[in-house]
């Protein structure tokens, strides 16, 4: 044998062999090799999207969602109508709904405007949204039902006087109180009229519907418990003052408060008081009940938590001026709006105080919590939007190869344009650390390494100079291939092997 052929043989065995390592490896497989340079971002957050779709969140104005809220009084955007705004959001597929002589869309996430509406004049209605449709009663004297996507009107309904009521939709029925002293039932899909109810004076009290049931309160020093499809009386309760308060529904018990300057908790079913509690001042905020607390604002600028089924008072904090907003309760924090112009988060345990922001006006709208944001307006105009640092983007390949570093980029940005940290989980029990800070903006990349084949998360949050944490992103992906020891230690001699005789063998440096 002479030495070209040594040297013929040597090659086509080194090609032989890297052939078959290639297809050991999977890298040789052309659909397989195009999946993994596919950059795939997913984003995640610790919790289900629970919308906040009507006043005080749902049909029982619980006043609770499973979404968490802001740690710090953030404000990721703000927007300004130009008109007095009373009312109070509602939030749905990542849109906020908000009336201030005109019916607002948002981004909820940016706070651009996406459509308004015709002039409906002055609103202290909330809007409620149901099944691509917006509902919202005016001081023109009419309810209007618009369309969710672009605003445009699909029909309204004329009632005796103005509306401060914020309507509840239920069975593809709309219910609504009216100053002519009347309680509405129209259907939702073309405003005809179902049924009304006239009580003693006018109506201010938004519904609550529960068990074919309508719970309702009247400046007449009622509370009434209608049938939800014919309208007829099950019960009434007397207070002594004015109930311009909502109903909460929980456990088959019935919480409102009247400008008596006390909280009642009534039977459901018959309306026979459980308790009243006196605080200081008349209560026109609305309750928020969860975990056995009830959570009401009042005249007497504060705050306070009761026991829901004792009565007793657990905490109370003051304001600085009167609480007509209604509280907002989410994972350990109560959120609320005062007249002293500011909006505050408090612990829901012990009345603490976490936070506070000072508006531009007094605070009458009652806070909205969705998509780990919370959302509010203050009297002249303007709506704001309080969040967490953002969570970072994450590109890269969705499939790896074992032993071989893989790189991926993540983006922050700053609603202040502060620098960022990144902390990054691998999915493999390792992690960066806190690393930074960067710029605002600044893709960033970084490399890891997995030893096993399986399926990881990555997982990245950011920090804001000032200690914001960001919530988690993710981004799923798959080790499908993997190297021998063999093939790996091959490799790492054809690596050696061609730094070092690169220019000897084009062939090899080629391949």
Not at 220 to 233: E, H, P, Q, S, W
Not at 236 to 259: K, L, W
Not at 337 to 366: F, M, P, Q
Not at 419 to 424: H, L, Q, R, T
Request: proline share 4%.
């Amino acid at each position: 044998m002479n030495r070209s052929f040594i040297q013929t043989l040597m090659i086509c065995g080194i090609i032989f062999v890297l052939f078959g390592v290639n297809y050991v490896a999977g890298i040789g497989n052309t659909t397989g090799y195009k999946s993994n340079i596919t950059s795939v971002t997913t984003f995640s957050s610790s919790f289900m999207t629970d919308w906040w779709s009507m006043f005080h969140h749902d049909l029982n104005h619980s006043g609770y969602s499973t979404s968490p809220g802001p740690k710090t009084n953030k404000v990721l955007w703000n927007y300004t109508t130009g008109a007095d705004m009373s009312s109070s959001p509602a939030v749905a597929n990542g849109k906020i709904y908000i009336s201030s002589g005109k019916v607002y869309c948002l981004n909820a996430d940016t706070g651009a405007k996406i459509w308004e509406s015709i002039t409906v004049g002055t609103v202290y209605s909330s809007p409620a949204v149901a099944n691509d449709k917006i509902y919202i009663g005016s001081y023109d004297n009419k309810v209007y039902c618009l369309s969710a996507d672009t605003g445009a009107k699909i029909w309204d309904y004329t009632i005796g006087y103005y509306v401060d009521s914020s309507p509840a939709v239920a069975n593809d029925k709309i219910y609504i109180g009216s100053y002519d002293n009347k309680v509405y039932c129209l259907n939702a899909d073309t405003g005809v009229k179902i049924w009304e109810y006239t009580t003693g004076n006018a109506v201010g009290s938004s519904p609550a519907v529960a068990n074919d049931k309508v719970y309702i309160g009247s400046n007449d020093a009622k509370v009434y418990c209608l049938n939800a499809d014919t309208g007829a009386k099950i019960w009434e309760y007397a207070t002594g003052d004015y109930v311009f308060s909502s109903p909460a529904i929980a456990n088959d018990r019935i919480y409102i408060g009247s400008e008596d300057g006390k909280v009642y908790c009534l039977n459901a079913d018959t309306g026979e008081k459980i308790w009243e509690h006196t605080i200081g001042s008349e209560v026109l905020s609305s309750p928020a009940v969860f975990n056995e607390k009830v959570y009401v604002g009042s005249v007497d600028g504060k705050v306070y938590c009761l026991d829901a089924g004792t009565s007793v008072k657990i905490w109370e904090y003051t304001t600085g001026s009167n609480v007509l907003s209604s509280p907002a309760v989410t994972d350990g924090k109560v959120y609320v709006g005062s007249e002293d112009h500011k909006v505050y988060c408090l612990n829901a345990d012990t009345g603490e105080k976490i936070w506070e922001y000072t508006t531009g006006d007094v605070v009458r709208s009652s806070p909205a919590v969705a998509n780990g944001k919370v959302y509010i307006g203050s009297y002249r105009g303007k709506v704001y939007c309080f969040g967490n640092q953002p969570p970072p983007t994450i590109t890269g390949p969705a499939k790896g190869t074992v032993g071989i570093a893989t790189k991926y980029n993540f983006t922050a940005i700053d609603p202040d344009n502060n620098k960022v940290y990144y902390f990054i989980d691998w999915g493999d029990n390792s992690n960066s650390g806190w690393i930074g800070p960067y710029p605002s903006g600044d893709q960033i990349t970084q490399s890891h390494t997995w030893s096993t084949k399986r399926n990881y998360t990555i997982t990245a949050k950011a920090m804001d100079i000032y200690g914001d944490e960001s919530d988690w992103a993710q981004l799923q992906l798959t080790m499908p291939k993997g190297t021998t020891y063999l093939s790996s230690l091959f490799f790492e001699i054809i690596e050696r092997f061609m730094e070092r005789f690169s220019y000897a063998f084009p062939i090899l440096r080629h391949l």
